[in-house]
């Protein structure tokens, strides 16, 4: 067999024998108003990435007007540059200007975030900057991999599966590197999409007219572009021109490009003059031409008309994509490549000619093929414009348009208030011991048994929960009320917490928190249980437990303490012990916030945790309960502030996710949990109490309508069939599980709104309490 068998061999592998149209079988949706921030590379810096950034802006922009776009660029302050028509600059290397441009991106509304991805342009070691920046976004991020390495370090591989963990859609020009990040990175194949590099829509045909303008008419002319440096396999492509020339005396190699920068920087033009004598060694300088410029896109494809062959002569095989590859078949041309992927998939089907890579002998006999046979080169000419037609800027446009499109959440849909949740998904996850905590999915998982803080929650809520038979509920009410007193341990002053499925305990004593709402707990049963008998029990062990409970430090574990002393207090206004209570508590979290204030950090502690409300709603319960206006006052300055932290620029919640815990004054959007709105909406009912103020109203609503795609995902976490609810809303979408805090958060709040409505006056521009006041009042 020759050489040349072998490539035919390459090009017809099966790895590359199904490209088909991007836009096979597909059509556009109707327009939808989007406004997308893109960050990347962008002109005038002069490199690839720079260049496709600046082409998705300039052809969304022509081809898709309804799409608004916001460019981030990556800039290097010490070579800064002057941007034009940008949204921003992102210094690469400042951890903290990533933070500052989240934010600001978080605050503009965007409906996605869309990232120019390579380990070179991003800051640190690797680029590992972009996981800090990917973490603070919000909106869908859809990434863009330029690169998708099969032997990555181990950085980089930590690297690629963050972002693949938190991206809603990825876009790769290859189904190589489709298949690597499914099969070697676990990202899902449903969010992966294969475009092809865009490439402009020129005539085909007018090397002749080009070759005139610079001056190479009556010439063949061979070309390779782009940044030189070691590994674009030059020295074999000046290799081949001796065996080249002898057959085909007119051909003329011209190498266009600059030398890479940061070889620039480090060795000035060695590799340059390395390859030129190269040439004067072989006796062919006179063949070879070059172009030491970085070309604006327009002059590169005019440099690129003026050829008849185009070769990339990469020795490296994974190189996922070539943007002047790209260019060059749209443009019609001839092509001779190794058989790297992006080249595989590109030229397959009689495109271009693959060749074995690191054979000047390979490159030699495939452009002396081409060039024997006239008829043979103009018919690849026609197929690669053929198949370039696919690619032109238009149909790229049209599919990153249906990319974003399929990044974008539902619009929500809140269902109407007056339905009441199903119980059988707490049922589900209850036995005669109490409520288990997790669960797989939506099976109950026995493997790590119950926990105090879930079976205090059931406890209330079968305090208010509607439509269910008295003795049902009794039976529920008993079993999670003797949870919580076998959790009482005497001999250290402390409630338990964790009891495994043979109902051992786990430890002495529990969290300060869990604490807490245990005593919360019996505070509201002494207010709200229908039975006589189990009010009297919760009182009790109220009152027995306070000795110990009452000089906790955990400011949760205060606030919790508090919010079952003025449920205390609300039936039984003269109790001194809960009074006691009250005022110590207030007097903590009084001089927490002082302490902990900034101008712009009304809160009272340097760290976001989770059930942040709950310290301000306790605040504005005790100036109730004891008619002290300053505690009121600080509970209500500082829950508005915590609102102003979970409401998104888009009016939708956006609670301060689980990632955010333990970062001083930083918070951070995901991972999102009912709990939280639970929190906000249970908060907003006590401050509407305190004010009257339709204000928390709106508030509650828009935390209600969290758990049914009001979110940045736009997904349903709570189902009023079953009562179920998801644990959580990720950068991907929701967690599957649905765990017994989910479950009670959803149902609390859904009581908590029922109330509101009950209470709450008519609203001249209604909402979702005003769908539900008519059958409630």
């Not at 058989?339 to 030229?347: K, Q, S, T, V």
């Not at 245990?518 to 189990?534: F, I, N, P």
């Not at 955990?554 to 606030?559: D, F, G, H, L, M």
């Not at 955010?660 to 009912?674: A, G, I, R, T």
Request: charged content about 20%; proline content about 6%.
């Amino acid at each position: 067999m020759n050489r040349f068998s072998r490539h035919v061999d390459f090009a017809t592998t099966s790895a590359s024998a199904e490209i088909h149209s991007i836009f096979e079988a597909a059509s556009l949706p109707p327009p939808r108003a989007m406004r997308i921030a893109l960050v990347g590379n962008f002109t005038p810096r002069r490199c690839g990435i720079a260049t496709f950034t600046s082409d998705i802006a300039a052809t969304l922009r022509q081809f898709h007007p309804e799409i608004s776009v916001d460019v981030y660029a990556l800039d290097d302050p010490a070579q800064p540059l002057v941007y034009q028509g940008i949204a921003g600059t992102i210094a690469a290397d400042d951890p903290e200007d990533y933070a500052r441009a989240a934010r600001r991106i978080n605050e503009s509304g965007v409906d996605a975030v869309w990232i120019q991805h390579e380990f070179g342009i991003f800051g640190g070691e690797d680029g590992e900057m972009v996981c800090g920046f990917a973490s603070r976004l919000a909106a869908p991020l859809v990434l863009t991999l330029h690169t998708v390495l099969s032997e990555p370090t181990n950085r980089q591989h930590a690297i690629l599966r963050y972002l693949i963990a938190r991206a809603s859609r990825i876009m790769v020009m290859s189904k190589y590197a489709r298949d690597l990040l499914s099969e070697r990175f676990d990202a899902d194949p449903r969010i992966l999409q294969v475009i092809d590099h865009g490439a402009p829509d020129r005539p085909f045909g007018r090397h002749d007219q080009f070759k005139a303008q610079l001056g190479l008419s009556g010439g063949m002319v061979l070309t390779t572009f782009g940044l030189l440096g070691p590994g674009k396999g030059l020295e074999k492509a000046i290799g081949a021109l001796p065996a080249i020339v002898t057959r085909h005396p007119q051909v003329i190699y011209r190498i266009v490009g600059a030398t890479h920068p940061n070889l620039l920087a480090r060795e000035g033009e060695t590799y340059r003059d390395r390859l030129a004598a190269l040439a004067q060694e072989l006796g062919v300088a006179d063949h070879l031409a070059w172009d030491n410029r970085f070309l604006d896109t327009h002059e590169l494809l005019d440099q690129l008309e003026a050829c008849d062959i185009y070769i990339t002569p990469y020795p490296g095989l994974h190189q996922s994509t070539s943007g002047t590859l790209s260019y060059a078949v749209a443009l019609g041309k001839a092509v001779v490549s190794t058989p790297y992927a992006h080249a595989r998939e590109l030229l397959a089907g009689g495109v271009g000619l693959l060749i074995e890579p690191g054979s000047q002998d390979a490159i030699a006999e495939a452009v002396n093929r081409l060039l024997d046979a006239p008829d043979e080169l103009a018919a690849m000419r026609r197929r690669a414009y053929a198949r370039g037609r696919e690619t032109i800027w238009p149909r790229f446009a049209d599919a990153s348009a249906r990319l974003i499109a399929a990044a974008l959440p539902p619009e929500p849909c809140c269902p109407p208030m007056t339905a009441i949740p199903g119980l059988s998904a707490v049922l589900a996850m209850s036995d005669a011991t109490g409520i288990l905590q997790h669960s797989i999915g939506v099976v109950p998982d026995r493997h790590h048994g119950y926990c105090l803080d879930d079976n205090a929650r059931a406890l209330m809520l079968m305090n208010v929960a509607r439509g269910v038979p008295a003795a049902e509920r009794m039976q529920r009410s008993l079993a999670y009320a003797a949870f919580v007193q076998s959790a009482w341990n005497p001999e250290r002053g402390r409630f338990r917490n964790f009891m495994r499925f043979d109902r051992s305990w786990c430890e002495g004593e529990g969290s300060e928190d869990a604490n807490g709402r245990a005593v919360w707990a019996l505070g509201q049963t002494w207010e709200r249980a229908a039975d006589r008998g189990l009010a009297d029990w919760a009182l009790q062990l109220y009152e027995q437990v306070q000795p110990s409970i009452a000089e906790m430090g955990s400011p949760r574990a205060i606030a919790f303490v508090m919010l079952g002393a003025s449920a205390v207090l609300r039936r039984t206004p003269n109790h001194n012990l809960s009074i006691e209570l009250v005022k110590r508590g207030a007097d903590i979290l009084v001089r927490l916030l002082c302490e902990g204030r900034r101008p712009d950090w009304a809160w009272f502690e340097a760290v976001l945790g989770y059930d942040n409300p709950r310290l301000s709603q306790a605040l504005v319960e005790a100036g109730m309960a004891l008619g002290r206006e300053d505690w009121t006052d600080a509970g209500l300055e500082t829950l508005r502030w915590i609102c102003a932290q979970q409401v998104s620029s888009r009016s939708q919640f956006r609670p301060i996710g689980s990632e955010s815990f333990h970062k001083s004054h930083v918070y951070l959007p995901f991972d999102q949990q009912p709990l939280e709105a639970q929190a906000a909406i249970e908060a907003a009912k006590s401050a509407w109490y305190a004010t009257g103020d339709m204000f928390w109203i709106d508030h509650a609503e828009i935390a209600w309508r969290w758990f049914f795609g009001g979110n940045d995902r736009g997904a349903v976490l709570a189902d009023m069939a079953t009562g179920r609810c998801h644990d959580g809303l990720t950068p991907r979408g929701i967690n599957t599980n649905c765990g017994a805090e989910s479950i009670l958060a959803f149902q609390l709040s859904h009581y908590a709104m029922m109330e509101l409505a009950q209470a709450a006056p008519i609203s001249p521009e209604g909402g979702v309490l005003e769908q539900a006041r008519e059958s409630l009042v």
